[in-house]
């Protein structure tokens, strides 16, 4: 029961981090771009990548913010100056993702994984929200995702390798309210990536993973958008009771290391929820329907929508 209690990701991600390929090993000198370095698991990413000695691509929208995590990872990473490519993106410009892509080419010569970071979630009810809010998440979490993947893609292909890691979320497994939206444009990503994975069977060399974290420590929540496309939530609420966002993407250099195809990455309760959802659809129902109350009401009364829904799985991290 303890050992269950504890477990923070799927069994072959736990089997991986035991007995699989190290990150020390893989993915030292690789060409790694990131999407959304500027916070959060992005910008964690960026660190333990830099102290790999991978070369990286830095690309959110706010230089200033990429020249900051670049300073760091120059100071604390095993890399130099010319290893680190700042490279300002939109995700929702898809006109810009071709000549992104070839200027990273053009600096490094190749791409080995692509990370799809970037990305917003929503904290509001179907009934209050926008329709650009729907809008927007699904142009930025899902045709920004696809549009740079396609961009990157013929080069990986003409290489026969590389990684398409994308950073989904249990959103994209799990239904829950308040942020429709989101679950659509994660959902949708999914089932893509799924696609697309098959599409490429004869190039055994090309991995697709998903990673699907439940909730992390970043800035997700204050930057979700709420009912107006224009406005963020802002006030994220305490987020110390989530996963710490180094454990998090620690377990994503093991998935790249391994190539694992799809990683659940969460503490109890939300892994339990997940493989529920698996392979119990009618107790998953009923047991999302009871959180998604609580969740709703977590909301309303002004703490973070996901604050413990168990007082027995309560923890805080640093
Ligand atoms: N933190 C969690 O609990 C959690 C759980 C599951 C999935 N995720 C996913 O993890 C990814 C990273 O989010 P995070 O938690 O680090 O949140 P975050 O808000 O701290 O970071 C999001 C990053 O995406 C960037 N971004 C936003 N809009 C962009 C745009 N139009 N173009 C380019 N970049 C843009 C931001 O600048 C930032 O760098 C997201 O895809 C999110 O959906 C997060």
């Not at 070369?55 to 130099?80: D, T």
């Not at 650009?132 to 003409?158: A, Q, R, W």
């Not at 599409?199 to 991995?207: D, M, R, S, T």
């Not at 129902?285 to 309303?300: A, D, P, Y």
Request: with cysteine; aromatic share 8%; net charge positive.
């Amino acid at each position: 029961l303890r050992l269950f209690l504890r477990a923070d990701a799927d069994l072959t991600l736990l089997w991986a981090e035991w007995r699989g390929r190290r990150p020390e090993q893989e993915l030292t000198g690789m060409v790694v771009w990131v999407t959304g370095a500027s916070s959060g698991i992005g910008e964690e990413l960026a660190y333990q990548l830099s102290k790999q000695g991978a070369s990286l691509v830095l690309s959110a929208r706010r230089q200033h913010e990429l020249e900051r995590v670049k300073s760091r990872c120059l100071e604390n990473g095993n890399v130099k100056g010319k290893d680190i490519l700042v490279l300002p993106l939109d995700l929702t410009d898809r006109s810009s993702h071709e000549v992104a892509t070839k200027t990273v080419l053009q600096e490094f010569g190749r791409i080995d994984i692509l990370v799809n970071n970037g990305g917003r979630s929503q904290r509001s009810l179907v009934m209050d929200a926008n329709m650009d809010v729907f809008k927007e998440l699904i142009e930025l979490n899902y045709l920004g995702t696809v549009s740079l993947t396609k961009c990157v893609l013929p080069h990986m292909i003409e290489r026969k390798q590389g990684k398409i890691v994308t950073v989904n979320s249990f959103a994209g497994i799990v239904s829950v309210p308040l942020s429709s939206g989101y679950c659509a444009s994660k959902h949708a990503l999914r089932g893509f990536f799924h696609s697309l994975r098959i599409e490429l069977v004869e190039y055994p060399g090309i991995v697709v993973s998903n990673i699907c974290p439940g909730p992390v420590q970043s800035q997700v929540v204050s930057n979700a958008l709420g009912e107006e496309v224009t406005k963020a939530l802002g006030n994220g609420g305490d987020q110390s009771y989530k996963m710490a966002t180094s454990r998090c993407v620690r377990l994503m250099l093991i998935t790249m290391a391994n190539d694992l195809t799809e990683v659940w990455i969460a503490e109890q309760p939300f892994l339990l929820v997940a493989y529920l959802w698996q392979y119990m659809p009618t107790w998953a129902w009923w047991i999302t329907s009871k959180l998604g109350k609580k969740r709703i009401e977590n909301f309303k009364s002004g703490v973070d929508a996901d604050s413990s829904y168990f007082k027995f799985f309560k923890k805080k991290h640093d």
